[in-house]
């Protein structure tokens, strides 16, 4: 810590958050070695388990609620695809294969309700987006149904859109909803069973529409399957933004 003696003073008024980063400054010595106690005292009392495999992590590893283990990082962090994946008239951008490894990341981050893996699912796809150059302006993202969004607590493709912004820098624009629910077991085409799934997002104010004029826009989900729903998201997208280039993104796609 610099000048340890100095202790500036607080305007009267000053916002909370001042107040507290002031806090921080002059009981850093203390907060950090009972932190340490205390992440001691919880490695004892609770494993700290790899979120992917479930095996023990390092304490290295053990950080920031993205406990994955150094066997799981080897297999998930890779180069990202270097061509696009190619299905039916889409071009997708991909990081890799729904298989193994990343297939589980997906997994326990969307079922295993581990919202913080939203930001490795973030880092992929930056380097998507690295790997072949893409230039975008915005970006938006996939939406969860209703009903999934209840069942884990939140709409994951948001979470990894704001996650993506935060390190691209970029706005991040919902402009899809969901207007109603698939039952993907039970539909014998997914092409029928998306029609109608997706609407704009109506609380889009005027001015996004001006904005996103004769501008690119990444759109990004988790796992591309059929396609289906990519290239219906797409088609609702080009209807409500005609003027608009989008770009579909992807963590992973089933082969
Ligand atoms: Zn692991």
């Known amino acids: ?4 003696g100095k202790i500036k003073k607080l305007k ?3 916002k909370r958050v001042d107040e507290f980063a002031f806090q921080v400054g002059k009981t850093e010595p203390f907060i950090d070695s009972f932190k340490a106690f205390l992440k001691a005292s919880f490695t004892l009392l609770v494993a700290c388990e790899c979120l992917i495999c479930g095996r023990p992590v390092s304490d290295a590893n053990c950080d920031g609620g993205l406990r994955i283990c150094e066997t799981c990082w080897s297999e998930i962090e890779h180069k990202p695809s270097p061509v696009p994946y190619r299905i039916k008239n889409l071009e997708v951008f991909y990081y890799g294969f729904y298989e193994e490894r990343l297939r589980d990341l997906v997994l326990a981050f969307k079922f ?3 919202p913080g893996l939203s930001k490795v699912l973030a880092k992929f796809l930056m ?9 975008y302006d915005f970006v938006t993202f996939v939406p969860a149904t209703r009903t999934s969004r209840r069942k884990r607590g939140f709409d994951h493709m948001a979470l990894v859109a704001r ?3 935060k390190v691209a820098g970029k706005e991040v624009f919902k ?6 629910e698939t039952d993907q077991l039970l539909a014998n085409d997914r092409r029928e069973a998306v029609r109608g799934k997706f609407v704009i997002e109506e609380l889009i104010p005027d001015r996004i529409y001006t904005v996103l004029d004769s501008k690119t826009v990444l759109l990004i989900d988790d796992v591309l399957t059929s396609g289906n729903t ?3 998201c797409l088609r609702i997208l ?7 280039r989008f770009l579909p993104l992807v963590v992973a796609v089933k082969r």
């Open 1 to 4: 810590m610099e000048n340890p």
């Open 12 to 14: 009267p008024g000053t």
């Open 112 to 114: 295993g309700k581990h």
């Open 127 to 135: 380097k998507v987006v690295h790997e072949h150059g893409i230039d």
């Open 163 to 165: 996650e993506f912004s």
């Open 175 to 180: 402009l899809l909803k969901t207007a109603r």
């Open 230 to 232: 990519m290239e219906e």
């Open 238 to 244: 080009k209807k409500g933004f005609p003027k608009t």
